[in-house]
């Protein structure tokens, strides 16, 4: 487009699933359920892991940010969709839309990095069992986090300032949410500095943490086999898991959708998969780790029963 076609954007408009009206009702319910799962799941989660002296280690402090961090995912956009969701006039201010961009993307890229951070955790706990306490000290616990969340949000605000000051030929979404993808389609003008930074970040953060991942539980794996007894396998296994069922149901989605080939259109499967990558997943983090998590399991038993007990005094 030239330049006689900017436009000066003050708001923008989400038409995601615009041409599908019979399903917003059931999505709306559908996502508040899910919400509120989420918002429930994810704080018992927190609030074992403070609570409970046996879950005082790495594996749940970065547990513990993982679900403080879904928390925050999917606050930032959730509420708005729903509200746009039963309203006439589905639009969102640009200050908003950007400030929704930062924190969704920069919490969905500090995942990236905290689930190869946790990988880290369980090769070191069953790889190097002997000096785990001395190597996942305190401090460098605290240390990875923090570094883990800057990094994420860094990656964020390069990627969405770049977008955010190009000129606009367009105002509407074709979105749920305000999602950089959607946003790319429309900026005037050439816009190959901000695909290749977006690729170059894909790799960075999607591509490297996940080889991270898989080259931590080459060694996790080759150390499990090299355990004698069954149960000893089983009980090493057990830590990881739910950990492993995590990345593949986060990596799968992500993958999905920031590193498939771009078409000027926005396909409804394609909103269908940000709806998982989005909602579905952290909804499914703390069943997931309370299912496959015996400790975690123990404990959420315990805060349930303790709770229904004061209750019924």
Avoid at 261 to 281: A, C, F, N
Wanted: a positive charge; glycine letters at 6%.
């Amino acid at each position: 487009m030239n330049k006689g076609n900017h436009t000066a954007v003050t708001e923008f408009f989400l038409v995601g699933l615009s041409h599908y009206p019979g399903l917003l009702l059931a999505l709306y319910v559908l996502c508040l359920v899910m919400y509120l799962v989420i918002l429930l799941g994810n704080s018992i989660l927190i609030i074992i892991s403070i609570l409970d002296p046996h879950l005082h280690t790495p594996m749940y402090f970065f547990l513990g940010n993982l679900s403080f961090l879904d928390i925050c995912y999917t606050s930032s956009s959730i509420p708005q969709m729903l509200i746009n969701v039963m309203s006439e006039r589905k639009t969102i201010s640009f200050i908003g839309c950007a400030l929704q961009m930062v924190i969704s993307l920069g919490l969905g890229c500090t995942e990236c990095i905290l689930l190869a951070v946790m990988a880290y955790d369980r090769y070191v706990a069953i790889c190097n069992p002997l000096r785990y306490t001395i190597i996942m000290n305190k401090g460098l616990c605290t240390q990875m986090a923090v570094w883990t969340w800057m990094t994420g949000f860094l990656v964020s605000l390069v990627q969405n300032v770049l977008a955010l000051i190009k000129p606009f030929c367009g105002n509407s979404i074709d979105h749920l949410t305000c999602e950089i993808l959607a946003l790319l389609k429309l900026l005037c003008g050439d816009i190959s500095l901000n695909v290749f930074i977006m690729t170059v970040a894909s790799i960075v953060i999607l591509i490297t943490p996940l080889l991270l991942i898989f080259f931590s539980y080459i060694f996790i794996i080759s150390t499990i086999l090299r355990i004698n007894s069954s149960e000893g396998r089983k009980k090493a296994f057990s830590t990881c898991s739910a950990h492993l069922t995590v990345v593949i149901l986060f990596y799968g989605s992500a993958l999905f959708m920031y590193m498939k080939p771009k078409s000027k259109d926005t396909k409804t499967s394609d909103e269908l998969i940000g709806m998982s990558y989005g909602v579905i997943t952290p909804m499914l983090n703390p069943i997931i780790y309370s299912l496959r998590n015996k400790e975690v399991k123990n404990a959420v038993e315990k805060f349930l029963i303790r709770n229904l007990h004061f209750k019924r005094i």
